[in-house]
């Protein structure tokens, strides 16, 4: 089992539980899901709270593995980089397919072997989904989530904005960093040092 239904209550992701070992050779079988505000809130992650998505899935049991396609389209609601306030951002799985895919395998017990290569307990033959579909839906947000222009929320920009120009400016004053015209002083004139060999080649030059 992954370890995110450890200290869990595993009960409220029963829908999302799937009997894979008693699938007959070479079967189908497809599964619809929605994952609404519930669903992201039992899931308990600060990245992503609010949302609705359908989810199509189809599994197909090959020779030796279980094929796992995951198709979905909705949207999110995550917060502004800019102003912090909420905003909607539509996912989908089109063009990406590759990207939505797990293959299952039986065995003793469960392991991660890849990114998209499972294994699970041969005894149990089930798989709870519900870590893998929130999992696939925030790798399909963007990184950067802005509100288009003049969507943002202009007051809370500017606190933002004011705080961060205050935190730089604190940084710098700690570095012990000055602007260079008031480090020197207009009665402390630069000196050079001048290296002693070049006094050496001028006596030789005077010389000649």
């Known amino acids: 089992m992954p370890r995110f239904f450890k200290n869990r209550n595993v009960g409220k992701f029963d829908a999302y539980l799937i009997d894979l070992k008693n699938m007959d050779p070479a079967e189908i079988r497809n599964y ?15 990245e992503l709270q609010k949302g609705k998505v359908n989810v199509s899935l189809t599994v197909e049991r090959k020779p030796s593995f279980f094929q796992l396609e995951f198709h979905f389209h909705g949207m999110v609601i995550v917060s502004c980089d800019r102003c912090l306030d909420e905003m909607e951002i539509p996912v989908e799985s089109d063009g990406n397919r590759s ?31 519900a870590w893998f579909l929130y999992e696939f839906v925030a790798l399909a947000i963007p990184m950067r989530h802005i509100h288009s222009p003049g969507k943002c929320n202009k007051s809370m920009s500017a606190k933002l904005k004011k705080h ?42 005077d010389e000649i």
């Open 32 to 46: 619809e899901y929605l994952l609404d505000n519930r669903f992201f809130m039992n899931i308990g992650e600060d």
């Open 99 to 129: 990207n939505y895919r797990l293959i299952v395998k039986l065995g003793k017990e469960y392991a991660e072997e890849s990114d998209e290569i499972l294994i699970i307990s041969e005894e149990e033959g089930t798989l709870n989904l």
């Open 164 to 205: 961060s120009t205050r935190d730089r400016d604190d940084d710098e004053a700690s570095s012990g960093y000055e602007d260079e015209s008031v480090a020197m002083s207009d009665d402390e004139p630069e000196t050079e040092t001048v290296d002693p060999r070049w006094d050496k080649l001028k006596d030789l030059k």
